[in-house]
């Protein structure tokens, strides 16, 4: 356990109704409220990252919980690897009611020079981050343009200076709710915004050299994400859109063309063929 002279802990109201202020109002005075006009996700953190004092800065979402061990195992994992960036955990997803869904571990092949496989998918969640104050010195601010994938743009500029490394175990909880903004947006919007991401982080002069090789098959694959999202939903139209755009992005890549063709068949067959997979 941290002494608490060790930490601070900055909480950024970025506009909410939920008496945020309120429900602080018990804690210890070492807790820094902070209240601004609701500006996004990536204007939250930065006012957060501004005010921060620490050698090392972490992220908290509102619907997030760090377990025991957190920092400290973020903290040995930098001393093992004094010259990384940014270092993350695994993490428990729970459903709206709180029951356990899955715990998600890091990949063993996701650390170090990950740069050309974080524009492939983002495997690095928030607030599973700790991120040296170099790193975030060299990174700058989050790009408040975007309010969805600002956080994988972030750690796509982190990456391009700095190795990654993670912690091997489950040191934060996320519990899918109503009022989380990735499940509160249509599919078709957060999609949009993705393509927002891509299209600043490709032109980026720090990325854009390394990155511009992968630019078609980053494409491919975020568009096929999409549509296996939306196939799971019964969203056959919308799924057939993404297949065909994942399909125009890079021909050659044939996973996309399953998708396509799953998205032609009615919604009756398809969960006729779930009902028959889960019962085999």
């Known amino acids: ?28 005075e070492r807790v820094r409220y902070i209240h601004q006009e609701n500006g996004g996700p ?31 195992a973020h903290l040995q994992v930098f001393e ?3 010259e990384a960036g940014l270092v ?7 459903d709206k009611t709180g029951a356990h869904v899955k715990d998600v571990r890091p990949n063993p092949e996701d650390r170090g020079p990950v740069l050309e496989r974080l524009i492939r998918y983002n495997f690095i969640t928030s607030s599973t981050v700790l991120l040296r104050r170099e790193a975030m010195e060299y990174a700058g601010t ?3 343009s975007l309010w969805f994938a600002e956080d994988w743009y972030y750690w796509l500029r982190v990456a391009s200076r700095y190795p990654v490394e993670f912690a091997d175990e ?12 990735s499940h509160g947006q249509a599919l078709a919007t957060i999609a949009e915004r993705n393509m927002q991401m ?38 056959l139209g919308l799924a057939r859109r993404f ?16 998708l396509l063709a799953k998205s032609c068949l009615g919604a009756g067959l398809l969960r006729g063929i779930r009902r028959l997979v889960r019962g085999s």
């Open 1 to 28: 356990t941290l002494p608490s002279t060790a930490y601070e802990i900055i909480v950024v109201d970025d506009g909410s109704t939920d008496d945020t202020r309120a429900a602080l109002s018990g804690y210890p």
């Open 42 to 72: 990536a204007s939250a953190r930065n006012h957060g990252m501004r005010l921060a004092r620490g050698q090392y800065i972490g992220f908290l979402d509102s619907d997030d919980t760090f377990l025991p061990r957190n920092v400290e």
């Open 80 to 82: 093992a690897h004094p």
């Open 88 to 94: 993350y955990c695994g993490i428990e997803i729970l």
């Open 142 to 144: 989050m790009d408040t």
């Open 170 to 181: 489950v040191l934060v909880r996320y519990q899918r709710s109503a009022v989380s903004l």
């Open 198 to 235: 891509f299209g600043i982080a490709f032109e980026d002069p720090d990325l854009k050299p390394r990155l511009r090789p992968l630019r078609a098959e980053a494409y491919r694959r975020a568009y096929a994400n999409y549509a296996a999202m939306a196939l799971e939903e019964l969203e």
């Open 243 to 258: 297949a065909l755009q994942a399909i125009a992005a890079r021909p050659s890549g044939w996973g996309s063309y399953p």
